[in-house]
């Protein structure tokens, strides 16, 4: 068994691990309008660029809460408390293991704020050990980060490591079918990065699904249990048409946020981090995202035995024709994006690295403009 460890890294220098944060405060910032632009140039719906700032959202979240949480990484608070650990071979993100470690904290976050002075209170007692004991306040300054890190967690809406399903109308297809949008996401911990799902289904049964006591439950179990980055989107698809006859899956998508690529941070091998080695960008424009779309689609249905007597619909999926790919990915179609600066992006321009002929480019500027090449 390899040791996932030796790729990992703790952030406990301050400045680096602040500038860590601000960064991914900006490329999350980013990602929201490179989704708008995505919907701008239809390749995806106004539902999907809903449901997409949703979870990018949450991502920001979860990094604003962090980023409270380490604020002190690297000073003297008076207690061993330790530092952000990241992946900084194979995606750039935390490690799982901090999310998870932020959902037993926001169980207890209550507990703890109910316990801690108050904001003005600790700011207060800064301002007397300033200038009464002429001495730095960093204990208290440790105490204000931890009571801001659990005033994030208690707000809600971040990114877990497990995101449970939700179900969203779009309309009847007929009197007897309905039209719904599923939604999950997960932080895939083999890799260290945030995945989400989207699937578009027709429903058949007797009861609307999201109302459904015996059928929702089970929908949401067997989608957790198959969010998993190693499974191919057919063989989800397919399990989740055989198990439910009466939910017709006719779309499903999963999209990998990721990897992050800094020379900063990271050590990932290939033209990336050539490109980013040689373009020199100044601090906030030094890396690139990759950004990974799957899809799969229905392509016809057919019936078969169900029971004794029944008739089932099962759906057949489109696979990627072109030079016999469809088995080997699992989907009609995947698209491949990168994100990056405009710096980085001229470097990649002039050195055009084998392989990203067929790569998607959106550059972003600190206008919040978003170009596509």
Same mark, same amino acid.
């Given at each position: 068994?390899?040791?996932?460890?030796? @790729?990992?890294?703790? +952030?406990?220098?301050?400045?680096?691990?602040?500038?860590?944060?601000?960064?991914?405060?900006?490329?999350?910032?980013?990602?929201?309008?490179?989704?708008?632009?995505?919907?701008?140039?239809?390749?995806?719906?106004?539902?999907?660029?809903?449901?997409?700032?949703?979870?990018?959202?949450?991502?920001?979240?979860?990094?604003?809460?962090?980023?409270?949480?380490?604020?002190?990484? /690297?000073?003297?608070?008076?207690?061993?408390?330790?530092?952000?650990?990241?992946?900084?071979? @194979?995606?750039?993100?935390?490690?799982?293991? !901090?999310?998870?470690?932020?959902?037993?904290?926001?169980?207890?976050?209550?507990?703890?704020?109910?316990?801690?002075?108050?904001?003005?209170?600790?700011?207060?007692?800064?301002?007397?050990?300033?200038?009464?004991?002429?001495?730095?306040?960093?204990?208290?300054?440790? *105490?204000?980060?931890?009571?801001?890190?659990?005033?994030?967690?208690?707000?809600?809406?971040?990114?877990?490591? $497990?995101?449970?399903?939700?179900?969203?109308?779009?309309?009847?297809?007929?009197?007897?079918?309905?039209?719904?949008?599923?939604?999950?996401?997960?932080?895939?911990?083999?890799?260290? +990065?945030?995945?989400?799902?989207?699937? !578009?289904?027709?429903?058949?049964?007797?009861?609307?699904? %999201?109302?459904?006591?015996?059928?929702?439950?089970?929908?949401?179990?067997?989608?957790?249990?198959?969010?998993? /980055?190693?499974?191919?989107?057919?063989?989800?698809?397919?399990?989740?048409?055989?198990?439910?006859?009466? +939910?017709? %899956?006719?779309?499903?998508?999963?999209?990998?946020?990721?990897?992050?690529?800094?020379?900063?941070?990271?050590? $990932?091998?290939?033209?990336?981090?050539?490109?980013?080695? !040689? *373009?020199? *960008?100044?601090?906030?424009?030094?890396?690139?995202?990759?950004?990974?779309?799957?899809?799969?689609?229905?392509?016809?249905?057919?019936?078969?035995?169900?029971?004794?007597?029944?008739?089932?619909?099962?759906?057949?999926?489109?696979? @990627?024709?072109?030079?016999?790919? /469809?088995? @080997?990915?699992?989907?009609? $179609?995947?698209?491949?994006?990168?994100?990056?600066?405009?710096?980085?992006? $001229?470097?990649?321009? !002039?050195?055009?690295? %084998?392989?990203?002929?067929?790569?998607?480019?959106?550059?972003?500027?600190?206008? /919040?403009?978003?170009?596509?090449?």
């Amino acid at each position: 068994m390899s040791n996932l460890t030796k @790729d990992h890294v703790d +952030l406990s220098d301050t400045f680096a691990s602040r500038r860590y944060f601000k960064k991914f405060e900006t490329i999350t910032g980013h990602l929201r309008r490179v989704a708008a632009a995505m919907r701008a140039d239809g390749e995806i719906s106004k539902a999907d660029v809903t449901v997409l700032t949703r979870y990018l959202m949450s991502l920001t979240f979860t990094f604003r809460a962090l980023s409270m949480k380490y604020l002190l990484a /690297g000073r003297d608070t008076g207690r061993f408390f330790g530092s952000l650990e990241m992946d900084n071979r @194979d995606s750039g993100f935390p490690v799982a293991a !901090e999310l998870m470690t932020m959902a037993n904290d926001a169980q207890q976050a209550a507990t703890h704020l109910a316990n801690m002075p108050s904001e003005e209170q600790l700011k207060d007692d800064m301002v007397r050990t300033i200038v009464g004991d002429q001495q730095l306040p960093t204990k208290l300054q440790f *105490a204000l980060s931890q009571r801001l890190y659990y005033e994030e967690l208690a707000r809600g809406d971040l990114f877990w490591v $497990q995101n449970d399903p939700v179900c969203e109308w779009m309309g009847n297809v007929s009197a007897t079918r309905r039209r719904f949008m599923l939604h999950w996401a997960v932080y895939d911990s083999q890799v260290n +990065l945030p995945v989400i799902y989207m699937m !578009e289904l027709e429903d058949t049964g007797s009861t609307a699904l %999201p109302k459904d006591q015996r059928r929702w439950p089970e929908v949401q179990a067997h989608l957790m249990g198959q969010a998993l /980055g190693g499974l191919k989107l057919v063989t989800i698809a397919k399990a989740f048409d055989e198990d439910f006859d009466d +939910l017709h %899956p006719k779309h499903l998508r999963r999209i990998h946020v990721g990897p992050m690529y800094s020379s900063a941070y990271t050590h $990932q091998t290939g033209p990336l981090r050539e490109v980013l080695a !040689e *373009a020199h *960008a100044p601090e906030g424009h030094d890396w690139a995202l990759a950004w990974t779309t799957e899809d799969l689609e229905s392509e016809r249905v057919t019936e078969v035995r169900s029971g004794w007597f029944g008739t089932a619909e099962r759906e057949v999926f489109a696979l @990627d024709p072109f030079s016999g790919r /469809g088995a @080997d990915t699992g989907a009609t $179609q995947t698209e491949r994006t990168i994100i990056l600066p405009q710096l980085p992006f $001229q470097v990649l321009a !002039e050195k055009n690295p %084998p392989g990203f002929k067929d790569v998607s480019k959106f550059v972003v500027s600190d206008a /919040g403009r978003v170009f596509r090449y």
